[in-house]
């Protein structure tokens, strides 16, 4: 993903800010700690608009600056997002991951954190998918 611009960045976070109210869970910022600049998010978000289901499906995602790929942060946050689903969300029998068919690095971190492929080649938000399930 590209980088945005301040004002991108403010309706985003105001939309997630929205998520947790409506859905009761969103991504994380994901920060440097040493300086405390924002360089992502990671963490659940909730999908209403998946075509592959009728109902909403929770997913674990990240997108993080390019200064802090190779890090383990993907696989980190990833890790966390499973943990608050199977903690938080008892209800949701199966947990996805997205992303596009050229991110073979998201697709190793999916992998990492046990995530099976469940299927490729739909359209979604203007982009061909890949997705990943993780089920209890």
Known sequence: MPAQDLEYTRSQVE???QRWADDGYCQWAACDVE???LIGRIGLLCHHDWPLSEAPVPEVGWVLHRDWWGRGLATEGGQAGVEAWREHLPDEARLYSFTTPAN???QAV???LGFAQGGEGVRWHGHEIVWYTLDR
């Open 15 to 17: 939309r997630f800010r």
């Open 35 to 37: 300086s405390g600049r």
């Open 104 to 106: 073979r690095r998201s």
């Open 110 to 112: 999916m992998e990492r």
